[in-house]
Structure formats: C-alpha cells, structure tokens
C-alpha cells in the first residue's frame, strides 16, 4: 500500500519536532508559557470521491461535536502546496483552562498519485491560547502555507 | 468597516460584479473548488453572524447597483460606489481580503488613497517622450496608476505617473507612440470624482 506523502513545513526558530500517536508529526515552541503550543500534521485515507469541502463540513460537524463552547472565527480558502486548502480558525474551551484555546485548521488533499479509490487528506492543525493568537495566528498561518510535498 | 475574503463577497453578490474586486482565490471552473468556495463562504458568515446582516445589507447595495463608482489600483485595489445618497469603500487589504466601509466624502477618500491633495489645477499639452526621458519619468520611485471613474454614458479611464514627489503627474494617453501630458493633481482629482 502507497505511504502517506513526505512533506517539509517552515517553522521559527526554536521549535521543536517530535512524534506523536495519530499524526505524521507534532512541532512544539518550548518558549510558550501556560500551554504547550503546537502545531500538528496529520493525513488520513478517504474515499476518491470524498473532496475538500465533504472534509470541511465533516471536520466542523466532529469539532462542534467534540469542544466545549465551539466557535468558529474565520473560514477562508486558500491554495497550499499547490492544492486547493480549507483555513478554519476556531476556539473552544478546554476543561482546567481558564483561557479558550484558538485553533487554525488547514486541510488539502495530496496531489493524485494513481490511486483510483482513495486518496489522502492532509490536516495541519495549531492550537494556542486565545490570550496568545495575536502572537501564534500568524506563525501558524505562515507554517501551514509553507507545508509542502517532497 | 467589516473585513470580508473575496469568496465571502463573491458569495454575497451572488454572481453579480462588484467594483474593485478582484477572482476567486481558487479556479471557478473546477466545480470542486466553486463548491468549496461557496461552503467556506456561507460557514463563514453564518457564523460570523453577518448573512443576512442588515449593515451588510447596507454596505452591499451602493456596490451591488451602483449610480456611480470609481476604481483605483495603486498597489492594492479601491473602489467607491454611490447608489442614492449612499456610498460604500472597498479595500483590498491582501491578495483575497477586504473591508467593505460606510464613506461620506468619496473625494476625500480618493485624494487620500491616490496622493491627489493639492491645488494645482494645471493641465499640460501632450509630449511625445524619447525613450531616455520615459525611462527616466518611470525610475523608483515612481509608480503607475490607474482609475475608472464610471457612470451610466460616461466611463473615463486614466493611467498616469506619479513621480513620489507631489508635484504634478505626468497623465498617459492611449496611443503609439504613448504621449504624457505634465497634470496636477487637482486636475486629475476633479476628473476622477
């Protein structure tokens, strides 16, 4: 079976990379006081006939599920890696926090590779305090238009 | 003022043209893409609280069906248009975001983005510059402008230099060979509002 896209990000100085269950990959800025900013890649293998905006609809249907006090701040589209891209930023509460947490998500789709019945959905995903967005929005917005496939 | 992506506009004008505004972030033609544009546009603004707002509302209608409107490129676009009395500013912040706001004094706006405060109602003859002498008017830092100013029956389209300096522009004309013509920028003000 065809493995996910390797993919290269730009990140500040500073950051560091690790790994994590259920992701390609977690990047972490060790200076962040209060929580532990990161930003995360992740892919999964959807149906060829599952596009950009069934993945839009479905991840805000699992958010607004998933977060307390879910809302969402801004959606625009964009183009990553040459792909068509979903950029949602949202914040919710997260219980022992007194501060919501915002979060951008940005989702696109691996360029076809000749796979007929699935293709790969990548999800870039940062998430820092809401006291702290005027700081992290724009790196996270600046790392996610970076992203590309090697 | 209320920021928008060009999506979101394009969404709300539901197809019709709206001075100033520039494409889709994404190809039209890719029924993917338009769909993801459309969807992204109406979460958006739902959640936004702004469909169906009624100061969307009343931004949108001197742009929608305007009974004048001017646009204008300097970097970035501008656009004003008038419908009965009211009038709405468009500007474009980055390659797909702007503000739509309320203006009152449409001039005013345009002298202020274009640099046109000044008194000098001057007009010069048209010259048929060398090729030195048109290098020398485009070197940094001057910038070429243009503007529409449109009406129904009357449409004018202007290009001209501004040298950076304040002083008068050098207004271009169509034509082979291109001729400037030294303009002040009062001149140039009125012709435009």
Redesign the interface.
């Known amino acids: 079976m065809p493995a996910f896209a390797a993919f290269e990000i730009d990140l500040p100085d500073g950051w560091a990379a690790d790994g994590a269950p259920d992701c390609l990959g977690i990047f972490i800025d060790p200076a962040a006081s209060g929580f532990r900013v990161n930003l995360l890649v992740g892919a999964d293998r959807v149906g060829a006939g599952f596009d950009l905006e069934d993945a839009a609809a479905a991840t805000l249907e699992h958010c607004r599920a998933n977060f307390a006090e879910f809302r969402i701040e801004q959606e625009k589209v964009t183009e990553i890696a040459g792909q068509p891209a979903a950029l949602r930023f949202q914040s919710f509460a997260v219980e022992g926090l007194d501060d919501r947490l915002l979060q951008l998500q940005a989702l696109l789709i691996a360029p076809p590779d000749g796979r007929e019945r699935t293709k790969d959905l990548f999800h870039i995903d940062g998430t820092c305090l809401d006291a702290d967005k005027e700081r992290y929005a724009p790196v996270f917005l600046a790392a996610a238009e970076s992203f590309r496939f090697v | 003022m209320i920021a928008f992506?060009a999506?979101e506009l394009h969404f709300l004008a539901g197809g019709a043209p709206i001075p100033g505004l520039g494409p889709l972030?994404?190809d039209a033609d890719?029924e993917?893409?338009l769909?993801?544009?459309r969807?992204?546009?109406e979460?958006?603004l739902t959640?936004?609280g702004l469909l169906g707002a009624r100061e969307v509302t009343a931004l949108f209608e001197p742009l929608i069906d305007p009974d004048w409107f001017a646009t204008a490129k300097r970097g970035t676009a501008r656009a004003w248009a008038r419908r009965q009395g009211r009038a709405t500013e468009l500007a474009q912040m980055g390659p797909?975001d702007y503000t739509l706001s309320e203006v009152t004094d449409i001039r005013a706006r345009i002298a202020d983005f274009l640099d046109l405060h000044s008194d000098d109602d001057s007009r010069g003859l048209p010259v048929t510059p060398d090729e030195q002498r048109m290098q020398a008017l485009l070197a940094p830092p001057a910038q070429v402008i243009e503007a529409t100013r449109a009406a129904p029956g009357d449409i004018v389209t202007l290009q001209w230099i501004d040298p950076g300096d304040g002083g008068p522009v050098w207004l271009l004309s169509d034509g082979d060979p291109v001729q400037v013509s030294r303009t002040g920028r009062a001149t140039l003000l009125a012709t435009l509002s």
């Open positions: 992506t999506e972030p994404l890719d993917g893409a769909r993801l544009m969807g992204t546009a979460r958006s959640a936004r797909t």
